[in-house]
C-alpha cells in the first residue's frame, strides 16, 4: 500500500496496502518437524538440532524458543488474506503456512489494522508482518509520504508482484476507462494506502493539466469503499489488481463490479521485518525461495488465482 506517481503499464502491476478491523483472534497456521519441548537456558543451538531442520537452525534464538513465528496481517483483502468462518485464509495465508514449514515453526497469524502492522513489527509485537504490504522506499526508511521521518523502518523480503487497478460497479455509468477519467469524480480508496497517495499524485496531475481535482474519498476499510461503489456514492474505487479481479469476479456472483482500464507498472509485495532483525531476514528468504523451487508456491497462487503475481525467486528490499 507507494507514494509512487502511477505509470500505465500492460504489465502486471501493483501499488499495495490494505484496510482496517480491530484486533481479532489469531490463527495457527501450520507446524512441522520434531519440535521438541527440550531447550537448554542459552537454548537455540541445542533445539535446532533436536528439530533436525536446517533453516530452522538459522532463525534467531527466541523463535527456535517458542517454535512459532508470529506474523501481523490485515484480514480484509481477498484473495490475499480475509477471514471465513472466523479463520484467516487467502495467498498470504497459505504462504506463510508454507513458509512455516520450510522453517519448522508453526506460524501464528494475528489479524489487525493495517496501518499499526509495521509499527507492531517495530515494537516487537510480531515477528514480522505479511499483509500485502507494498515494499518501497518509505517504508524501507519510515517515511511519510512527505518525507518526514515517523520510524525506523523495515526491512522487507519481496514474494509477489501485483498492480494498481481500477474498478467500478457493474455497466460502468460513469464511463470510466483509466485513471485520467478520475479526474474531477468521487473515487473510494482506503486510507493509508499506496493507492491513496497515487490517486493524490493524480489529482495533481489533474489540476496542473487545467482540470479539477479528484474527489477522493478515503475510507478506513477497503470494504466500506467497495459499499460506496456498489451504492453509486463514487464512480469507481481504486484497489491492487489481484484484489480488484477476485472482487469482480466473486461479489454478486461477478454481477456487481468489473475492472476498467490498464494496471499500472507493478510493483513487489514484502514480508515486513524489523531492520534490527537481519538473521530472521535472510532465513525468510531463504524459506520463500524453497517454496518457489519445490512447487508449493505456484500451487499455492493457482488455488487463489492469482498465478499473475509470481515471482521466480525472493529479494530483499527490491521495491522503489
Do not use: H
Amino acid at each position: 500500500m507507494t507514494a509512487r506517481t502511477p505509470r500505465r503499464s500492460a504489465a502486471r502491476s501493483r501499488i499495495a496496502a490494505v484496510g482496517a478491523l480491530a484486533v481479532a483472534g489469531a490463527l495457527v497456521l501450520t507446524g512441522c518437524g520434531d519440535q521438541t519441548k527440550s531447550a537448554e537456558p542459552n537454548g537455540g543451538d541445542s533445539s535446532a538440532k533436536a528439530n533436525g531442520n536446517a533453516l530452522f537452525a538459522k532463525l534467531p534464538e527466541e523463535i527456535q524458543k517458542k517454535k512459532v513465528l508470529e506474523i501481523g496481517t490485515n484480514a480484509e483483502y481477498a484473495p490475499m488474506e480475509s477471514k471465513e468462518g472466523g479463520k484467516i485464509v487467502g495467498v498470504d495465508a497459505d504462504l506463510a503456512a508454507e513458509i512455516g514449514k520450510k522453517l519448522g515453526v508453526e506460524v501464528k497469524l494475528t489479524d489487525a489494522k493495517f496501518d499499526t502492522l509495521i509499527t507492531g513489527v517495530n515494537a516487537g509485537r510480531y515477528d514480522a508482518a505479511m499483509s500485502s504490504i507494498t515494499d518501497n522506499k518509505s517504508r524501507q526508511e519510515g517515511l511519510d509520504e512527505k518525507g518526514k521521518k515517523l520510524g525506523q523502518g523495515v526491512d522487507f523480503v519481496d514474494y509477489f508482484v501485483a498492480g494498481t487497478a481500477i474498478y467500478v460497479k457493474k455497466g460502468n455509468a460513469a464511463g470510466i476507462k483509466s485513471f485520467d477519467d478520475l479526474c474531477g469524480k468521487p473515487v473510494g480508496v482506503q486510507m493509508g494506502t499506496t493507492y491513496e497517495t497515487a490517486l493524490k499524485n493524480l489529482s495533481k496531475k489533474c489540476t496542473d493539466g487545467g482540470k479539477k481535482a479528484v474527489d477522493i474519498k478515503s475510507f478506513e476499510n477497503d470494504t466500506e469503499a467497495q459499499t460506496r461503489v456498489r451504492a453509486g456514492g463514487v464512480v469507481a474505487g481504486v484497489n491492487d489488481f489481484p484484489v480488484a479481479a477476485d472482487l469482480a469476479r466473486k461479489a454478486g456472483g461477478g454481477n456487481t463490479f468489473e475492472v476498467v482500464g490498464e494496471q499500472f507498472e507493478a510493483g513487489p509485495f514484502g514480508i515486513a521485518v524489523d531492520k534490527k532483525n537481519s538473521k530472521l531476514r535472510d532465513v525468510l528468504k531463504e524459506a520463500v525461495d524453497a517454496i518457489i523451487k519445490d512447487g508449493s508456491y505456484k500451487k499455492v497462487l493457482e488455488k487463489w488465482g492469482a498465478q499473475t503475481g509470481a515471482i521466480e525467486a525472493a529479494a530483499i528490499n527490491g521495491g522503489k
